[in-house]
Nanobody
Framework: QVQLVESGGGLVQPGGSLRLSCAAS????????MGWYRQAPGKQRELVAR??????????NYLDSVKGRFTISRDNAKNTVYLQMNSLKPEDAAVYYC??????????????WGQGTQVTVSS
């Protein structure tokens, strides 16, 4: 079993910053990617940022609307992924979910989700 524990959400004023953390634990064979999704009321869940494993530290990709404001990073020793969110806007408000993709010993791929953490951007 794999567990994801998120933290760092909360209420922030427009222009403010928050840092989300997600720690993975349990039977993890090999992490393929870690990322953050978000879902606002009445909207579909969307990928915010993802960091993949691999040589040279892997690669990152971002939702266009957060480029230049959000930064995803990872501590491999702690199996933890972070999302630094700066210059937050009201439209960034949503429940943010941590996502983990791991390879299995048999060559398969499993996906896990965190419980979600609320980010509210309001004055």
């Amino acid at each position: 079993q794999v567990q994801l524990v998120e933290s760092g959400g909360g209420l922030v004023q427009p222009g403010g910053s928050l840092r989300l953390s997600c720690a993975a634990s349990g039977s993890i064979f090999s992490i393929v990617a870690m990322g953050w999704y978000r879902q606002a009321p009445g909207k579909q869940r969307e990928l915010v940022a993802r960091i993949t494993s691999g040589g040279s530290g892997g690669s990152t990709n971002y939702l266009d609307s957060v480029k230049g404001r959000f930064t995803i990073s990872r501590d491999n020793a702690k199996n933890t992924v972070y999302l630094q969110m700066n210059s937050l806007k009201p439209e960034d408000a949503a429940v943010y979910y941590c996502n983990l993709k791991v390879a299995t010993a048999r060559g398969g791929l499993n996906e896990y989700w965190g419980q979600g953490t609320q980010v509210t951007v309001s004055s």
